[in-house]
């Protein structure tokens, strides 16, 4: 298994429904950090939450983190058909480089 | 202020040419950052640089890939002899500095593809 392993791998919902996806670690981090990736684009940052911070919100995302299990969900509320996207958690466990996992596509119906 | 520059976008290369890939960080920005996507994937650590100097290339394969980022200029990274299995997205990210809260801006890639 790979550190930042997100689940689903595939969500398909309706406008106006939340979407909560969820990132498993195996390490200790100093941060996790969420992106959002539109099909053949670049990544977009989200959100970042530190190793000491229980929950982190902005605008329509809520993101928490539990490092006793190490893991971490991202919350959309009031999804729009705009948030269709994959997104990837990446962690920073120090040294600087980034570990994403696999992703979560996202799909959000009209 | 522009954001992480990426040129090309695209990128076609027969097998055993050699395919440079630019980056241009954000401005104030001094660290660099090189990952690779293959498709359906998460992305993958390659290099991380700093101005003229190579702070973590673990990532990196250890034949035909190289990476600089000079004092003037952008980062390049560059493929030697590519083959068919270099077909991937590479995004660049910059930081303006490295450690805690380290958050990264992501370029907007450039695909490779080798025929």
């Known amino acids: 298994s790979q550190q930042g392993e997100e689940d689903p791998q595939a969500l398909s919902i309706q406008e106006g429904e939340n979407a909560t996806m969820n990132c498993s670690y195996k390490?200790?981090?100093?941060?996790l950090q969420w992106y959002r990736q539109n099909s053949g684009r670049g990544l977009v940052h989200l959100i970042l939450?530190?190793?000491?911070?229980r929950e982190k919100h902005s605008g329509r995302l809520r993101v928490t983190l539990d490092t006793s299990k190490k893991s971490s969900s991202l919350l959309i509320t009031a999804s729009r058909a705009a948030d269709t996207a994959s997104y990837f958690c990446?962690?920073?466990?120090?040294?600087?480089?980034?570990?994403f996992g696999e992703g979560t596509q996202l799909t959000v119906n009209p | 202020n522009a954001g992480v520059m990426q040129n090309p976008r695209h990128l076609v290369r027969r097998r055993g040419q050699e395919a440079r890939l630019r980056c241009s960080p954000m401005?104030?920005?001094?660290?660099v950052y090189w990952y690779r996507q293959l498709p359906e994937e998460g992305l993958k650590f390659m290099v991380y640089?700093?101005?003229?100097?190579?702070?973590?290339e673990s990532g990196m394969p250890k034949e035909r890939f190289s990476a600089e980022f000079p004092k003037e200029g952008p980062s390049i990274l560059r493929i030697q002899q590519v083959v068919r299995g270099d077909s991937a997205a590479y995004f660049c990210?910059?930081?303006?500095?490295?450690?805690?809260?380290?958050?990264?801006?992501f370029g907007p890639g450039t695909r490779l593809t080798v025929l």
């Open positions: 990210a910059s930081s303006p500095l490295a450690g805690a809260d380290n958050e990264q801006f």
């Open positions: 390490t200790s981090i100093n941060n």
């Open positions: 939450i530190r190793s000491n911070e």
């Open positions: 990446a962690t920073d466990a120090g040294g600087s480089r980034l570990t």
């Open positions: 401005k104030g920005h001094s660290h």
């Open positions: 640089l700093q101005k003229e100097n190579i702070i973590d």
